[in-house]
Structures are given as C-alpha cells and as structure tokens.
C-alpha cells in the first residue's frame, strides 16, 4: 500500500500582470522550470524597464515579481521534503537486524525484551521515527546497502529502508522514492540505538 507524500513544497499564489508576445520566447528565454500539481512555469528573462520577470505558463507569458523567481531555491533537491515518513506513515513495528519495536495488544514492546522500559520511553523512540528530519535528500545514484529496515505503519502497508552508510552521516535509501535521506551522527545514533530510559539516554548524551 502506497502513501501519499508531496516531497515538494507547492509554490502558490503566481499572479500576472501584463501579457505578452509568445513568439518572443526562444529557447533563451529558459532560466528555470518549476513543475508542480501539472503545471509547468519557465521563468525567463528580467524586464531591466518594469524590474518584473517573465513566466511562461501554458500558453501566455506573464510578467510578474521577481519576489517569485528569488523565492525559489537554488537547486531542485532543495525543494525536497526533508521528512523520512509521510505525514500518514505513523509506525507501528520497526525492526532493525538486531532488535525490533511493537505494537502488541495496545502496547510497545521490543525483542529482545527492553529491560525495565515505560511505554513513554517506547513511544519516544518511536517518535523519533516518525519525525525524524534529514540534513538534507538527494537522487539515489549508486552505493550498495549496508543492512535494512523494515517499518510497518498504523494504516496498513510497509516500507523497507536500505541503509547505504553509518558513517560518517546516515544515508538512508527510500526505494519507493529513489531518495537518499541523510542524518548527521547524533540522530543516527538515537535511530539506530535500541530505545532507552530518559534517565539512560540523558546520561549518554
């Protein structure tokens, strides 16, 4: 079973203010594509006159803000959403090669046992996948999984993530979307590690 995601963050409220000439636009007037919900906006060349950017959009060109053309970010991965988990991939079973958390009857538990655990101390480690943020995303190019982790999710469905590297950054493999999701050593360690006692994992930090 698929979730929706939307890995891009949707660009709205592009409003025009003059028309003008299509047979103007050559392939010289391409400076950027941004492609979103079907649609697709060139953004062209700046009126040194107006201060206004040219957008071509469907059929007619507009001119508009160059607040719209600054907004956007230098590189497309950079419109990626940084998010490991949809906001509908809420996980109910995570199982790493050398342990794994449950959901059981209405309660976590983990094999191996956890040792003397709250369901608070589960839930967080929990939490800390459900939420969990990378530093950045990039295209899956090449590299040849490590291990894997398997997460099963409240609504039905499960995903497989491949873990490319451990060091020194996390790089996770989202098959699904051939995106890597990278994490710096500190959120690695609090994903990889086998849930722990707030007393426990304060100590440690």
């Not at 995601?5 to 028309?19: A, K, N, S, V």
């Not at 094999?111 to 003397?116: E, F, I, K, T």
């Not at 590297?165 to 050593?185: K, Q, S």
Request: net charge neutral; aromatic share 8%.
């Amino acid at each position: 079973m698929q979730h929706e995601r939307d890995p891009l963050r949707r660009r709205q409220g592009l409003q025009h203010h003059q028309h003008c000439d299509t047979n103007r636009v050559g392939d010289q007037f391409l400076a950027l594509r941004v492609i979103g919900g079907g649609q697709r906006f060139d953004f062209g060349m700046v009126n040194p006159v107006s201060h206004e950017q040219y957008v071509l959009a469907g059929d007619a060109v507009h001119a508009v803000s160059l607040r719209y053309g600054a907004a956007l970010p230098a590189s497309p991965a950079d419109l990626l959403d940084k998010r490991l988990l949809g906001s509908a991939e809420v996980p109910v079973r995570v199982e790493l090669k050398e342990y794994s958390v449950f959901r059981q009857d209405g309660k976590w538990a983990a094999a191996p046992p956890g040792g003397d655990l709250s369901q608070d101390d589960y839930q967080r480690w929990i939490d800390g996948w459900r939420h969990a943020s990378a530093v950045r995303v990039a295209p899956y190019v090449k590299g040849t999984p490590a291990g894997e982790i398997e997460l099963q999710f409240q609504a039905g469905g499960k995903l497989t993530l491949a873990i490319l590297t451990r060091e020194p950054e996390l790089a996770l493999l989202r098959p699904d979307e051939n995106l890597v999701y990278y994490f710096l050593r500190g959120h690695a360690q609090r994903l990889l590690a086998p849930p722990a006692a707030r007393d426990e994992r304060a100590a440690k930090n």
